[in-house]
């Protein structure tokens, strides 16, 4: 069902729709026009969090070799320097403390200064042959998890790997990585993979409906089940009605209500598929 057949079916619901048999007049319908959206969009969100939109997001979680290895090895340093070096186009660290980082890319360089408290990440790339990084300090400073990539691109090398969610998430049902659970966790708006776990991150979760605003064209379709959309008439009727008229406000949330409880089916899930080199 699209925006304006849902508005029509509201309008037959609190007996606006005609008058008489003619059409009513703008002056009696203008200030259920204005609320119409933001009711729509109050009433499918709702109702996404009682029968939830199953959605599958899929993204490939895979990384180029390490040119120094595969280890996430810790150094810490006092007044002593530290070089990396391979031949490759991209780079990955962490540092903490007070210290000076070189970026050598063949005949090019550039200079950093990190004073961070906590591990601070570098990545970059490079169009180059070979790659060499260098730490000096007068004073204490740690690197950890350096790698040199053959590749050009922004590869992330951190014990746990990044992932944005996708803007619809609402919350999970079930991760999988190559058919099984992998190391993860959730933390804000991105889920965290572990490095060293590889291959197809697929992620089956709640959608929160797209928010629906006086922008909204008349033919956007509603993203809950069509059982559902039904439901929704009556209770943005009803919404309207509050004020108005509350008797006839709770005869349609009642039916309302019970049209939700007798609802049976779900959105059939879609599938969103974003594949991507590991970053």
Do not use: W
């Not at 599958?56 to 595969?70: D, F, K, Q, R």
Request: aromatic residues 12%; negative net charge.
């Amino acid at each position: 069902m699209n925006l304006i057949t849902a508005k029509a079916k509201v309008k037959k619901l609190i007996d606006a729709y005609s008058e008489r048999g003619n059409a009513p007049s703008e002056q009696n319908t203008v200030d259920y026009e204005l609320k119409l959206n933001d009711y729509f969009d109050i009433a499918q969100k709702e109702i996404a969090t009682v029968k939830n939109i199953t959605r599958v997001y899929s993204v490939g979680h895979y990384l180029p070799e390490n040119l120094l290895g595969n280890s996430a090895r810790e150094y810490i340093r006092t007044d002593t320097g530290l070089t990396f070096s391979a031949k490759g186009k991209s780079y990955y660290f962490e540092v903490t403390g007070s210290c000076t980082i070189t970026i050598k890319a063949d005949d090019t360089e550039e200079t950093l200064f990190n004073n961070s408290k906590n591990y601070r990440i570098y990545k970059g790339s490079y169009d180059c042959e070979e790659l060499t990084i260098s730490f000096s300090s007068a004073g204490v400073y740690a690197v950890r998890n350096v790698a040199i990539f053959a590749p050009a691109g922004e590869y992330h090398f951190g014990e746990y790997t990044p992932f944005a969610l996708p803007d619809d998430f609402h919350r999970v049902y079930k991760i999988t990585l190559n058919n099984k659970e992998p190391d993860h966790y959730f933390s804000g708006r991105m889920v965290y993979v572990k490095r060293c776990e590889q291959g197809e991150l697929v992620i089956e979760y709640a959608a929160m409906p797209e928010t629906i605003t006086d922008a909204t064209g008349d033919f956007y379709e509603f993203e809950i089940a069509e059982e559902l959309q039904e439901a929704m008439c009556f209770y943005v009727a009803a919404l309207l009605m509050q004020s108005e008229n509350p008797s006839v406000y709770t005869i349609l949330l009642s039916e309302y209500k019970s049209k939700l409880v007798n609802a049976t089916t779900e959105i059939y899930p879609t599938q969103k598929r974003v594949r991507r080199v590991h970053s």
